[in-house]
């Protein structure tokens, strides 16, 4: 590079790298949002507002859950792609809209528009039964299912999400014909499993704790390698020999591309100084979830083997939206 190209470079980005130091300086300067891409209420929800609220105590700004639910996630998970990127939009999500709906149809948006923080949280999924089927184990349950193909259903909570795609799994794992209701949401689907509309479901641990614990539910494995705290006499697929069949809702933070690196790093800090702490890992627990961060290019490779995973289930099971 001769010396004028050399002046004409430094002089086009010279003041580019001042303004990004200059707006990491003042960042945070006015509230932030944390996007959540589904309904209030729900364990997203949940989570997002105690992550928010652990991160506005540290970086002395409020942090605003926006929730934008609707189509699988996608709704929200746009809107994080396309907000400014000058670290005051962010969002929580689960793999949905980032490793199973652009696997089921076409998105508005790509995994190169954002940025992937780091990883928050981890809730495994569950085989759960109405106590009333008088299944009380994984091997009966399969024996059962053998003995008399297509008579036993699971519900989940619409085509292509967590319980859809982990049940698909079982099934391809075990051999077992379980015929699939899908439901307009994860408590419908529960209410399914209680009101005996169907025998049982794969669904994230929290919702289904308090049915536990009342006996309304039988809790008949974690998918997944590690036993749930919550439920420690509960076994894993991996302990009953199906290591095929691994499910669990992991949610990270993702934010719009482009985010100036030092503004970045700020935001990305504070997300994980706050979901490390001692008072976070307890209220997760209570939310049947585990703490857990990660680097973004781990975030992004774990999601990245999600929809590989995923994509695989999809197309053996000739899954199709509703």
């Given amino acids: 590079m001769d010396r004028r190209s050399f002046a004409t470079l430094i002089a086009t980005v010279g003041p580019l790298l001042a303004s990004g130091c200059a707006l990491a300086d003042n960042w945070p300067a006015k509230p932030l949002k944390l996007i959540v891409p589904y309904a209030a209420g729900g364990p997203t929800d949940a989570i997002a507002r105690i992550i928010g609220t652990k991160m506005a105590a540290s970086l002395g700004q409020a942090v605003v859950v926006d929730n934008r639910a609707g189509a699988g996630g996608t709704i929200g998970v746009d809107a994080t792609a396309k907000a400014a990127a000058d670290g005051y939009s962010f969002a929580l999500v689960a793999p949905g809209p980032l490793a199973g709906m652009p696997n089921l149809t076409k998105v508005p948006y790509t995994l190169d528009e954002l940025e992937f923080l780091t990883l928050a949280a981890r809730i495994p999924s569950v085989i759960v039964v109405n106590r009333k089927s008088g299944i009380t184990s994984i091997e009966q349950l399969i024996a059962k299912a053998k003995a008399a193909p297509d008579t036993l259903n699971y519900s989940s909570a619409g ?106 790093a700020k935001l990305r800090d504070a997300a994980v100084k706050a979901i490390g702490s001692p008072e976070m890992k307890a209220q997760f627990l209570k939310q049947g979830a585990l703490a857990a961060t990660s680097t973004g290019a781990e975030y992004r490779s774990l999601m990245q083997a999600e929809s590989d995973k995923w994509r695989g289930v999809i197309a053996s099971a000739k899954i199709k939206l509703d």
């Fill in 159 to 264: 085509a292509g999400t967590t319980p859809h795609i982990g049940f698909e799994l079982f099934k391809r794992e075990t051999g077992a014909a379980i015929v699939h209701v899908p439901y307009k949401g994860a408590a419908p689907a529960i209410s399914a499993v209680l009101s005996g509309e169907v025998q049982m479901t794969m669904v994230d641990l929290l919702p289904i704790l308090p049915f536990a614990a009342n006996g309304n539910l039988v809790v008949l494995a974690v998918a997944g390698k590690t036993r749930a705290p919550q439920l420690p006499d509960v076994p894993t697929t991996v302990e009953l020999g199906l290591s095929n069949v691994q499910m669990e809702t992991t949610y990270g933070l993702v934010a719009p591309k482009g985010i100036p690196a030092a503004v970045q």
